[in-house]
């Protein structure tokens, strides 16, 4: 069954340091997303992409985040300058469609630690 | 805005027996859907089980069923004849029909299957 791949699944970066974290979204999927989860605390929406732009976007999802579709495959979540507070678990996800039946597949996730 | 609340944050059950997961939610909208996912240790999150609100009868996939109260906003979660690969982080989550972009989860239920 196709799944949702998140690369690296653990990555550890100095505050301050740029960080891209990287998906592979199932290959007939359009829509894309990105989570994240503080430890402890709930998954939160951090923003969606559609048609090569951002289609919803959180108020976590601040001038420090970007998203881009690079090639025909992979999905990439950038943070310009980590901060501490960005130590969380990554979860991207994507979708075929936006009907009812139509729903978010979850990738594994990328745990970040900010030192 | 949707809030969704699971306020058991570890849960064990004895293998065979039977586990009731408790999640509460909130919303303005009559046309959702509610989910139940789980997320094994270092793995990816995968749909348990799905309820349309629209839809009075509770949804059931083999062992897992749900009681779906939508005046109470109440989303429990039951598992039958447990098994110890159901040992994992439980998520309930909500997603609008309406707008259906993004989903709102809850802080996730630890669920131990004790030999």
């Known amino acids: 069954e196709p799944e949702v791949t998140q690369t690296p699944s653990h990555q550890v970066t100095q505050m301050g340091q740029e960080v891209i974290l990287r998906c592979v979204p199932i290959?007939?999927?359009?829509?894309f997303y990105w989570y994240r989860q503080i430890l402890g605390q709930k998954v939160e929406f951090l923003v969606s992409f559609y048609n090569n732009e951002i289609s919803e976007k959180s108020e976590i999802f601040d001038d420090q985040f970007s998203v881009e579709r690079p090639d025909g495959s992979n999905f990439t979540l950038k943070i310009r300058s980590t901060k501490l507070e960005d130590s969380a678990m990554y979860f991207c996800?994507?979708?075929f469609g936006q009907g009812r039946y139509n729903e978010q597949y979850f990738g594994p996730g990328t745990r970040l630690t900010v030192t | 805005a949707q809030t969704v609340t699971q306020s058991q944050p570890e849960m064990s059950v004895q293998e065979a027996e039977t586990v009731t997961l408790s999640c509460t939610y909130d919303?303005?909208?009559?046309?959702?859907?509610l989910f139940w996912y789980k997320q094994p240790p270092s793995r990816q999150m995968i749909l348990v089980i799905r309820?349309?609100?629209?839809?009075?009868q509770n949804a059931t996939e083999n062992r897992f069923s749900v009681n779906f109260q939508k005046a109470a906003k109440s989303f429990s979660l039951k598992i039958s004849d447990s098994q110890l690969g159901d040992a994992a982080m439980y998520f309930c989550a909500y997603r609008s029909a309406i707008t259906g972009n993004q989903f709102y989860f809850g802080t996730g239920t630890s669920l131990t299957v004790i030999p």
């Open positions: 309820q349309e609100a629209y839809k009075q």
């Open positions: 996800a994507s979708r």
């Open positions: 290959s007939n999927h359009l829509y």
């Open positions: 919303t303005s909208e009559s046309d959702y859907y």
